[in-house]
């Protein structure tokens, strides 16, 4: 039987169920954005946008009198800007081959290529992330290390249900290889000879090598903070739309660029963070991430912009302070300076999200394949080079990435804590 000559649609159908595929973070983030952009026949352009609803909180009554609190809903946008290629020459004969065999020899390393890049993408969200465990040293050898993350996660009231991992490398095998000697058959025959290790505590755990790695700010001074915190100076209502506030801190080393980097993790002395259901106080400090690319220090200080805001009272209360005031207290960073550390993401789905959408059909363009399978959208475009006699292929994909609730995730790493 002679081979059918491949076309633009053909490819791309085989090209978009590769990629999903491959990609990880794609399965384990939240997908249902893409449904509120406008069904558009022609596709969309890089930088269109759709707004991301944050979740609200409310206090519970004591007795029968009603007590009426206004439904406070913040919202931010996520953007699809993000345009990720892959760029190709086939010749005549390539195009009259069976598509298993193109697949084989172009189209799946090429897709392996672009799922990596959007699982770096959507992983490159760990330094909005300011949830953060210590673990000892050794790494996550063992099932009361990895269980240090989830913990945090429970007693923080992150829903149980959903929940993923994805560990480095290092700190992956370190832990199958601790799982082989269980005495429990199914986990331990897993282990050892599909190098799996699947459900854990509740949490689905996998491997990436695309596992982000944080190098905190230089920090060479004993910083303090600047800020006379009373109910109400940082607001729901200020701040539900915002990705991040203004911190002021003094103490720091003169004039010193990079001192603080984001993601960069900090508490702040007696202020605690609290259940953000019960709103009780928890046994350990608030913890806040840096959202400012990088900080230049002015005379020994400097504003910051962090993330979350510090709340002390009504439904959205998300801290205590154990004394009047914070101003002079000292602060905490995790991790030392100028050194690097992986970052192992624990999180719920909705944590994140992911929205891939199909891209427009340029005019002019002949031959456009657009596929979309399991709410990932490919774009292939044949175009002839006249010049050099070349037949050209571009295989494009649009998406966008954000943090949709950054109480939904930990950072689990080797950083130590450094005051």
């Known amino acids: 039987m002679s081979n059918t000559t491949l076309t633009a649609d053909i490819i791309a159908k085989e090209a978009v169920m590769i990629l999903e595929n491959e990609c990880l973070m794609a399965k384990l983030c939240y997908r249902g954005y893409e449904e509120e952009f406008d069904k ?5 352009k890089v930088g269109e946008i759709v707004s991301i609803r944050r979740p609200t909180d409310f206090t519970v009554r004591d007795g029968k009198t009603a007590v009426i609190q206004d439904v406070v809903e913040g919202k931010i946008p996520v953007t699809v800007d993000k345009q990720k290629g892959i760029d190709f020459k086939f010749s005549s004969s390539d195009l009259t081959l069976q598509i298993g065999e193109l697949s084989d020899r172009v189209i799946k390393p090429a897709m392996i290529q672009l799922a990596n890049q959007i699982d770096v993408d959507v992983m490159g969200l760990y330094n909005e992330i300011p949830k953060h465990v210590i673990i000892p040293s050794g790494g996550i050898d063992s099932y009361a290390d990895f269980a240090l993350a989830p913990t945090l996660m ?25 799982q082989t000697a269980l005495f429990i058959t199914e986990a331990a025959r897993g282990a050892y000879r599909n190098a799996n290790l699947g459900m854990i505590g509740g949490v689905d755990t996998y491997m990436s090598q695309n596992v982000p790695t944080h190098t905190p700010g230089t920090r060479v001074g004993t910083d303090l903070a600047d800020l006379a915190v009373i109910d109400g100076y940082y607001t729901w209502a200020a701040a539900k739309d915002s990705t991040s506030v203004t911190f002021h801190i003094d103490g720091a080393a003169a004039n010193e660029a990079g001192y603080w980097l984001k993601g960069d993790i900090f508490t702040v002395a007696d202020l605690y963070d609290v259940n953000p259901v019960t709103k009780a106080r928890l046994s350990h400090l608030k913890q806040f991430v840096v959202m400012s690319t990088s900080v230049t220090t ?64 340029p005019p002019g363009a002949m031959d456009v394949g657009r596929r979309t399978y399991k709410g990932i959208s490919v774009r292939v475009i ?38």
């Open 40 to 44: 558009k026949i022609n596709g969309y």
């Open 154 to 178: 429970d007693s923080c009231a992150i829903p149980q249900a959903d929940r993923s991992a994805v560990l480095c490398p290092t700190d992956y095998w370190a832990l199958l290889g601790s």
């Open 298 to 361: 002015s005379n020994s200080e400097a504003d910051l912009s962090i993330w979350p805001p510090m709340i002390l009272s009504g439904a959205q209360k998300n801290c205590e302070l154990s004394t009047g005031a914070i101003t002079g207290n000292v602060i905490t960073y995790v991790g030392t300076a100028s050194t690097p550390y992986r970052q192992n993401l624990f999180f719920h789905k909705n944590a994140f999200a992911l929205t891939v959408v199909p891209m427009v059909s």
């Open 382 to 419: 044949p175009y002839y080079d006249g010049t050099n006699d070349d037949s050209n292929w571009r295989l494009d994909v649009l998406y966008g990435v954000d943090v949709v609730d950054s109480r939904l995730a930990v950072r689990a790493s080797l950083m130590a804590t450094v005051s």
